[in-house]
């Protein structure tokens, strides 16, 4: 069975502390894909991040960065001197790859709420 | 830059009535999704569209849940008798590629069954 976790439901911070947030995935695909995306409070869905499994290197944008370990399956989202923007509540994902056939619906953690106070 | 759209933003109905939510995917993306998120809680996948029908569903997607491509552009889901577990935030995505590609997901549609 496919599935995401992500253990930490709220956390909160104060504008400039660099946060992570953790997501911990299962599959018996050997072929996947993890996404991150994150939803303010307006609701939509904005895509972050995608990565394939068989691309371990890690990759920064800015103030983003995303670990990803395949010895501990988990793909890790790091924040640095976060903002007042970037409360939301941020999704990690999991697409398989080849296993039954799927046409590659995402399968989602509960999310982390993230509020960055001033 | 392209986006998906969709329409209304919010939708109010009772119980028993049909509804019809409007998406307009990205226009040279080939797959098509429907998922839903309850308030507070994950987004779930629905249900998966490819060359005019449905690829892949999930048990939510019952038999008072069906899609269609009626033209070129849009994309939609209709729920037959809405109950008031139907409730949600509905988002429809879309891909070019399958397996490969990324979801791009449109602004949601909010419903809610009195």
């Known amino acids: 069975a496919q599935k995401v976790t992500q253990a930490q439901t709220e956390i909160s911070v104060v504008e400039k502390e660099d946060v992570t947030l953790d997501c911990v995935y299962e599959?018996?695909?050997?072929?996947?894909?993890l996404f991150w995306y994150k939803q303010p409070p307006s609701g939509e869905l904005v895509f972050l991040i995608r990565?394939?499994?068989?691309?371990?290197q890690n990759e920064i944008s800015g103030r983003y960065s995303w670990n990803f370990q395949k010895s501990t399956s988990s793909f890790n989202f790091t924040i640095t001197a976060s903002q007042v923007v970037d409360s939301a509540v941020y999704f990690c994902?999991?697409?398989?790859?080849?296993?039954?056939?799927?046409?590659?619906?995402?399968?989602f953690g509960k999310g982390t709420k993230l509020s960055v106070k001033p | 830059e392209p986006e998906v759209t969709q329409t209304p933003s919010h939708q109010v109905t009772q119980m028993g009535q049909e509804v019809i939510l409007r998406c307009v995917p990205i226009?040279?993306?080939?797959?098509f999704y429907w998922y839903r998120q309850i308030l507070g809680q994950k987004v779930e996948f629905l249900v998966s569209?490819?060359?005019?029908?449905?690829?892949?569903k999930s048990e939510i997607f019952d038999d008072q849940f069906s899609v269609e491509r009626p033209d070129g552009s849009n994309f939609t889901l209709k729920i037959r008798s809405t109950k008031l577990e139907d409730s949600a935030m509905y988002f429809c995505?879309?891909?070019?590629?399958?397996?490969?590609?990324?979801?791009?997901f449109g602004p949601g549609t909010r419903l809610l069954v009195l």
């Open positions: 995505a879309s891909s070019e590629g399958g397996q490969r590609g990324t979801q791009y």
């Open positions: 599959t018996r695909d050997t072929t996947y894909y």
């Open positions: 990565r394939n499994s068989f691309d371990e």
């Open positions: 994902a999991l697409r398989g790859g080849d296993y039954g056939g799927s046409q590659g619906n995402l399968i």
């Open positions: 226009s040279n993306h080939l797959y």
């Open positions: 569209f490819y060359n005019n029908e449905i690829s892949e």
